[in-house]
């Protein structure tokens, strides 16, 4: 069966702090990809990363990082030096070959970011 | 326009009425999606599209009514709701109807049923 765990509800910061969303998921398949989305306070979900199953290499882009461990099933989002702006819900998602081609999304966690 | 646009952004209905969400995706997709976002639960896949046509419907109540007329356009008719319908509507599309694309998403109907 697939699911997408964030046991994270809600974390709040402060500006220039790190911070890191979990995300643990479970697949049977092989291949399979990841994702994680941003949706802020205006509604609309936005696509930050997609990492398919064979490629482990963490990803750098700006102040976000993504650490894929396939022996933990877990894919995490850390953002660096956060900011208010980053203050949204982040949800992990999953689609793998088995699950015709769903994508199956974790319950999210609420980031607030305080200045 | 770019991406995926809605329309309304915000709608309020009584349980009598009868409206229309719109959905609009300017990135040449041949799949699209509707998706239930109700507060404090996981989001709800509704409905799925591949070249206009319907592919899945996960157990929505026939008060829920889909249609596709082209790849670029999706829409969801309403009728006779619930107030239990209140939510997030949200539309989606993909390249293909495939595990590996990614889905892009639109801002959001926020429904009210009265």
């Known amino acids: 069966a697939q699911k997408v765990t964030q046991a994270q509800t809600e974390i709040s910061v402060v500006e220039k702090e790190d911070v890191t969303l979990d995300c643990v998921y479970e697949?049977?398949?092989?291949?399979?990809?990841l994702f994680w989305y941003k949706q802020p306070p205006s509604g609309e979900l936005v696509f930050l990363i997609r990492?398919?199953?064979?490629?482990?290499q963490n990803e750098i882009s700006g102040r976000y990082s993504w650490n894929f461990q396939k022996s933990t099933s877990s894919f995490n989002f850390t953002i660096t030096a956060s900011q208010v702006v980053d203050s949204a819900v982040y949800f992990c998602a999953l689609s793998d070959f088995g699950g015709t081609d769903k994508l199956i999304f974790g319950t999210g966690t609420r980031l607030q970011v305080f200045p | 326009e770019t991406g995926v646009t809605q329309t309304p952004r915000h709608l309020v209905m009584g349980m009598t009425n009868k409206k229309s969400l719109k959905c609009e995706q300017h990135l040449g997709h041949n799949a699209m999606y509707w998706y239930k976002q109700s507060a404090k639960k996981p989001l709800e896949l509704m409905f799925v599209y591949s070249l206009e046509e319907r592919v899945e419907n996960n157990s929505v109540p026939s008060r829920f009514s889909p249609e596709c007329p082209n790849s670029s356009h999706l829409f969801l008719h309403l009728h006779t709701l619930q107030p239990e319908d209140s939510a997030l509507y949200l539309c989606?599309?993909?390249?293909?109807?495939?595990?590996?694309?990614?889905?892009?998403f639109g801002p959001g109907t926020r429904l009210t049923v009265l």
């Open positions: 990492r398919n199953s064979f490629d482990e």
């Open positions: 989606a599309s993909s390249q293909e109807l495939a595990f590996a694309d990614t889905q892009y």
């Open positions: 697949t049977r398949d092989t291949t399979y990809y």
